[in-house]
């Protein structure tokens, strides 16, 4: 490997702990940000005449570091801001390196918590988390939600600047603080997850880059709060999910809907670590909604066939998120299940009460589900209209395909 890519790779894997270190000091994720960028300019200047260090990732960090102390010391308000960083600031070591691989720094934890302020909004949110904590670029990020590289720029700048103004505290918050906060930052993994799992617009179903680095974000945050549930939850559940990722889509990249998908191509490592996570999010009646979800698709991975799916315990389990988490879509999901373990003539009523839902008017799941629940009834002609209308109404390429192909199956146009 050049020097060039080499860097390239240590600043991905390590960008969150730089920044988040810089912003530690100088309490502003925006400053932190372009320091972490002069350590990455400093190691293209040094790097190819000294050679790659040792620790790359701790060189980056320190040289971060002390720019960051630097700056501080460079202010007019360096007694003010010394005192609210401690007197160790000047006398710390810096060497930031872990004492293991898997010990993660408590300021990456503070970053996670900062980028995720509710302040911001989710869409926001999700693009200040990718560029600080999952590494990306913008023209990364804007590749990933199918939005113009400006648009990602701007949310970028405009969140760095709301989180100044706000005067938001870089740190993680305690109490009920922490647990309203924490809401919003699982809030943006699972968003993030979602987008790449099941895209809204474009020419693939999947997005693989974005559930990886939902996925790697959940497992940080699982390992940095074992004792929140809900983390250790929404862990279980994106294992769980992203397990089946090799099955969803067939040689030419069509998807393969879950009763037809190939279980032997689901992942069991990740199969085993998603039921292991379950495990620590604690027994079922203290399960919060993410922990309900990901226990429904531990149902999935228990079968050994689609057939064999427990799909009165999954009717049971979507009730009981009904329940805690109000919401249509969660509601089509357990008619959908009911149709499973009841029949579609059991189903067919509580979609058909979804119909009135304002949030479900442009969702073309409402008539996909629809659609199969008739045609299993024998209403052809109805079925077949409510297909055209789910493929008019989604605007991924795939889905639209897929719906169409139903459409076509069920013969008469």
Known sequence: MTVESTLETVFRMESARIVATAARIVRDVGIAEEIAQDALLAALEQWPR????????????????????????????????????????????????????????????????TACHPVLSAEARAALTLRL?????????????????????????????????AGVDFEV?????????????????YLIFNEGYAATAGDDLLR???????????????????????????????????????????????PVLLAAQDRRRWNRLMVRRGFAALERAGDGRSYGPYALQAAIAACHARAASYEETDWA??????????????????????????SMADGPAAALP???????????????????????????????????????????????ESERALLRDKTRELGGG
């Open 313 to 338: 315990t999954i009717a049971a389990l979507y009730r009981q998120l009904g329940t805690l988490a109000p919401s249509p879509v969660v509601e089509l999901n357990r008619a959908v299940a009911v």
């Open 173 to 189: 918050p305690y109490g009920e603080e922490r647990a309203a906060r924490l809401g919003s930052v699982l809030e943006v993994v």
């Open 133 to 165: 904590v999952g590494g990306l670029r913008t023209d990364e990020i804007a590749r990933a939600f199918l939005v113009p590289e400006a648009t990602v720029a701007a949310r970028i700048t405009r969140a760095k600047r709301t989180l100044a103004k």
């Open 50 to 113: 000294s050679g790659v260090p040792e620790r790359p990732g701790a060189w980056l960090t320190a040289t971060a570091k002390h720019r960051a102390v630097d700056l501080v010391r460079r202010r007019e308000t360096y007694a003010r801001k010394l005192a609210e960083v401690g007197r160790t600031l000047t006398e710390e070591s810096y060497d930031p390196e872990p004492a293991g691989p898997g010990d993660i720094d408590d300021d990456v934890l503070r970053l996670i918590f």
């Open 350 to 396: 509580i979609v058909d009460a979804l119909a009135a839902e304002p949030a479900l008017t442009r969702y073309h799941l409402l008539p996909s589900v629809r659609g199969d629940l008739l045609a299993r009834l024998g209403r052809v002609a109805e079925a077949r209209a409510e297909f055209e209308r789910a493929a008019a109404l989604t605007r991924n």
């Open 208 to 254: 693989p880059g974005l559930c990886e680095d939902a996925l790697r974000l959940a497992r940080v945050l699982a390992a940095l709060v074992p004792d929140e549930g809900e983390a250790q939850g929404l862990a279980a559940l994106l294992e769980l999910q992203a397990s089946r990722a090799a099955a969803r889509t067939g040689p030419d990249g069509r």
